[in-house]
């Protein structure tokens, strides 16, 4: 267990829908990774939130959204679904941010558009 | 850019027998970090280890060990005396500098380790 929590686990929905991923990273944490991993991409870099402030971005679509709350957990936000979006969302959590650091990874939530 | 190529995409071996998982990268940076990950048919993915750019000293965690030259842009992990509880995909990851103080990381596409009984 790395000590990152994602719920939920499974969502199942339908194209245009939005749903919402939650993120809670290990405790002391202050950084927040999003990671998407689907059949055909692999295993892409989404965003990133140190302390509550937005990072770095990777290949995050624009109907895509996260914030990091004060309590540190974070939330990605996915709208305006399409069949293509269905993958494995995982969180990561480090220390500061710095390249030293290690990315815990969460279990992941696998998200189902149909 | 950075890139992480495994071009191992599927390997198959018995137990008992030892694999080696091949991993070549590419950056511009001078100082960087290598990462290896674990992740079995549940699916989570498990940090196994890190190693930085200027440490190229092999590293042996039980029947798991690294070789890492910098010669050949390659940081390759064997495991010896497979089990099938070793059954699982393994990426090989990069951390370097984007932007400000950011550090994502840049996964391979895995390689799909099956060990049968």
């Known amino acids: 267990d790395s000590g990152v929590t994602q719920t939920p686990k499974h969502l199942i929905t339908a194209t245009g829908q939005r749903v919402t991923l939650r993120c809670s990273p290990r405790?002391?944490?202050?950084?927040v990774y999003w990671y998407q991993q689907s059949l055909d991409q692999g295993l892409q870099f989404l965003i990133h939130?140190?302390?509550?402030?937005?990072?770095a971005k990777g290949n995050i679509l624009e109907r895509f959204s996260a914030q990091q709350f004060p309590d540190l957990h974070s939330e990605l936000n996915l709208s305006s679904l399409e069949l293509g979006d269905s993958a494995l969302y995982f969180c990561?959590?480090?220390?500061?941010?710095?390249?030293?650091?290690?990315?815990?990874f969460g279990p992941g939530t696998r998200l189902t558009v149909l | 850019a950075q890139k992480v190529t495994q071009a191992q995409t599927e390997i198959s071996v018995v137990e008992k027998e030892d694999v080696t998982l091949d991993c070549v990268y590419e950056t511009r940076d001078t100082t960087y970090y290598l990462f290896w990950y674990k992740q079995p048919p549940s699916g989570e993915l498990v940090f196994l280890i890190r190693r930085n750019s200027f440490d190229e000293q092999n590293e042996i965690s039980g029947r798991y060990s690294w070789n890492f030259q910098k010669s050949t842009s390659s940081f390759n992990f064997t495991i010896t005396a497979s089990q099938v509880v070793d059954s699982a995909v393994y990426f090989c990851?990069?951390?370097?500098?984007?932007?400000?103080?950011?550090?994502?990381?840049?996964f391979g596409s895995g390689t799909q380790l099956t060990v049968l009984p």
């Open positions: 990851a990069l951390s370097e500098a984007t932007s400000g103080s950011a550090r994502q990381l840049t």
């Open positions: 939130y140190y302390n509550g402030e937005e990072r």
């Open positions: 990561a959590s480090s220390v500061s941010g710095r390249r030293a650091d290690t990315q815990y």
């Open positions: 405790s002391g944490d202050l950084s």
